[in-house]
């Protein structure tokens, strides 16, 4: 897979081109070059290429931005560095685009909330192509014209959408097949998905008929998770993790999973995978 990143920042991802290169092309000290993202690239699964702004503008002063018609403060980023150099890409034309197999995505404040729903859906491309805004906004026409889709990472407003990308390409890599450790590790986690058939209560069973003691997230967030020492500052670990009792740590991991949202995100609630065992535990804890 690969990700085309515009920008007019391209040492935010990478650094300042007088460090160090590593061997497979990506700087160092950069967010490109460190954690599971790191090794994808390293890897060959994700291939990451940044590109200036600046590069397609055809003024002395290298120009990318300009005052907003109609008035009002700040500056806007122009629309035309931007379709060039998506244009050098070789992408397809809006009409043409496959967006089975490429997608053209604005980051903005205005766009729709990135999920990971929408980062299993980039994952399954070829090559995504991510616009990072600037300013006081982008020319309204690369949204027109050019760009599938705007999305936003949340209900803020950040100074450039460098950011916005750097959260978009970490979380779409990270469910790319072999880029984590162990192929289980994005379903059991957070807003991973159900399990497979649906909630399986206590009674699920890994492919060798040992009962398993995770469940699949399905859209809730994950349960609490512990380490050694099993007594840390006189708090020790939940009594039932060091049972061994495979039924029983499943059921007091979904429970806790569907208490932390509950408490936290209960917005997440209305669309998760839910059992009526799952419910009647719910109906306990708006009891108290």
Not at 68 to 88: D, T
Not at 179 to 198: I, K
Request: proline share 4%.
């Amino acid at each position: 897979m690969r990700f085309d990143i515009l920008t007019i920042f391209p040492n935010f991802f990478s650094g300042p081109p007088d460090h160090g290169v590593l061997d497979h092309g990506i700087l160092d000290h950069g967010i490109l070059g460190h954690g599971v993202l790191g090794r994808a690239i390293a890897t060959g699964a994700v291939q990451v290429a940044t590109h200036d702004l600046r590069d397609f503008t055809h003024d002395r002063h290298r120009t990318v931005d300009d005052r907003p018609f109609g008035g009002g403060e700040g500056m806007v980023l122009k629309a035309q560095p931007i379709f060039e150099c998506v244009e050098s890409l070789g992408v397809a034309a809006r009409p043409e685009r496959d967006l089975t197999r490429q997608s053209v995505v604005l980051l903005s404040a205005q766009g729709r909330r990135f999920t990971q729903a929408v980062a299993a859906r980039l994952a399954g491309m070829e090559q995504v192509v991510l616009i990072c805004g600037r300013y006081e906004g982008v020319d309204e026409r690369v949204s027109e014209m050019l760009a599938d889709e705007e999305l936003s990472i949340g209900d803020y407003v950040l100074s450039g959408g460098e950011l916005a990308a750097a959260v978009v390409l970490d979380a779409t890599a990270r469910l790319l097949p072999g880029v984590l450790g162990h192929a289980d590790s994005a379903r059991y986690e957070s807003f991973g998905e159900a399990d497979s058939g649906g909630n399986e209560g206590v009674d699920g069973m890994t492919a060798d008929g040992v009962p398993r003691s995770t469940h699949g997230a399905g859209g809730l967030l994950d349960y609490p998770h512990y380490t050694r020492p099993a007594e840390f500052r006189g708090v020790a670990i939940p009594e039932v993790l060091a049972g061994g009792d495979h039924a029983a740590i499943r059921l007091w991991r979904r429970r806790m999973a569907l208490k932390k949202t509950w408490r936290n995100r209960p917005d997440l609630l209305a669309g998760a995978v839910l059992s009526d065992e799952d419910r009647e535990f719910l109906a306990t804890l708006e009891e108290i």
